[in-house]
């Protein structure tokens, strides 16, 4: 009973160093969330003459430490085998995009970014224990008075039509378009601003025990009369303007920097309450756990079969832990953890093994984002990375020794290994991967193109899985720059200048 009671200590300290990385990880998104946010705000309050080119110089440095201190962090989480792992690869690939790092980077792909690192990679809600669902509710309101001035700072712009510095040209022009359909970000109800709110994740049954001071401090504020505002913005004809703001940009600015500071004291606290109860837990059954297989290893003679047992399930949960760690949470593919086992199940490989290496890159999908919203990229990805799994399935049922993996390199990049005992016949498989990229699937009323560049690597035998990948790379970069030129004649719906 002693080994059984250890390895359940030593189970619950597990599952408490889970808990810990995971609020850490939430922690991490906040970071990086806000300092996105407020390098964007802070660039076009410049603009209009609300905050010094010091200011922004010095928005532009914090958000570049908090990148790169970000990604140190999660790069290691990401490397340790545990379940956040899979979490942690997702969102380190997304940190490693070009720009993030950069001293001037794109205002629309820092505010594309903070909704990236809202959501990047974490794990479905039925799998996500009830409590950790409350508390990341809750933090996706740490910088709502941010997300409400830039709403402000669109109508800003369209009002006056300032002239705006090279960088931030693009951003400015997607400004009208944004307010007409997609500004506000708050509920109908003024004594209840978060319920219907775009900028609050509602996902957890029960809302987090702080969800009440939040919403007490914004009834206090003036947020909701100006989020009303914006609003009312969608419901006037397009070549008219709403009456004049409830505050001005000064006052808002002030309005609020008060308001964000407060809650972001309150996520704060809770985060940092919620990280110490988990590493207090970890710690304790770690120690039970250590004086407990003392304990049974001095008992040995009484027999082994209960550690037996217990080892058995250990085992099994490893199992099962070591599954979720290798799969891409959002569409169940394999993640970059699986190149290991692919690359050593070729490297191994008998001389009348064939294999193929398919580089998969979605075409455009930055427009289907911008134009349809996230979830409908989302829904894209997942049912390419489903539409190829079942292809790999199929072919690797035609062969005695058949077996294939799908992985998501990150991103819209996907790479498929199949390995068959019999030749493969190029010909077939490129009719049946066309049949996926000719295909469309439906979101909001739009048929929305499953179109993807591909290039495929042949092998035979023992093979190095490095060598096929960058075959099929270059084929599938070749094939893309083919097909640049019919895919520009093909439309999707405007822009509804998403939540940028």
Known sequence: MSSLAAIDARDEAADARSDRDAIELLQIRSDLRRAMIAEVNTTMLSVFGEASGTAVVQRRTDRVEVVRASRARVDELAGANRPIAAEALVLGDGLGRDGLTEDEADPGMLFEGSWFVTVAGEPPDERTPSDQLALADLASLDSIGALVLNDALDAATVMTSPTVPELLTDYAERAEPYIRSDGGYLGPDRSQPLAGASVFRDRAPDPHPAHDDVVARLVESRLWEYDRWIQSWQDVDPDEQPGPPPLTLAE???????????????????????????????????????????????????????????????????????????????????????????????????????????????????????????????????????????????????????????????????????????????????????????????????????????????????????????????????????????????ELPAPAAARR
């Open 252 to 490: 808002l600015v002030d309005e609020t920097q008060t308001v964000d500071a407060e809650v972001r004291d309150i996520v704060d606290s809770e985060l940092a309450s919620a990280h110490a109860s988990a590493d207090g837990s970890a710690t304790s059954s770690q120690r039970t756990s250590n004086v407990l297989i003392v304990l049974a290893s001095l008992l040995a003679i009484a027999g082994i079969a209960p550690l037996v047992v217990a080892l058995a399930r250990r085992l099994r949960t490893f199992r099962r832990h070591a599954d979720q760690i290798a799969r891409d949470p959002l569409t169940g593919a394999g993640n970059r953890l699986q190149l290991d086992h692919v690359a050593a199940l070729m490297h191994r490989s008998g001389a009348d093994q064939h294999h193929v290496v398919i580089a998969v890159d979605l075409d455009r999908f930055k427009l289907v984002n911008d134009s349809l919203g996230h979830a409908a990229g989302d829904r894209v990805l997942v049912t390419v990375a489903q539409r190829l799994t079942d292809l790999v399935e199929r072919w690797s049922r035609r062969s005695p020794a058949g077996s294939g993996t799908v992985i998501r390199m990150g991103g819209d990049e996907f790479l498929c290994a199949l390995h068959t005992s019999a030749p493969i016949d190029e010909a077939q498989l490129r009719r049946e991967l066309d049949a996926i990229r000719d295909d469309t699937i439906g979101v909001d009323h739009h048929a929305v193109p499953l179109r993807f560049s591909l290039g495929l690597a042949f092998g035979t035998g023992a093979c190095d899985l490095n060598q096929l990948v960058s075959v099929a790379d270059l084929a599938a970069y070749e094939d893309k720059a083919v097909r640049a030129r019919a895919l520009a004649s093909i």
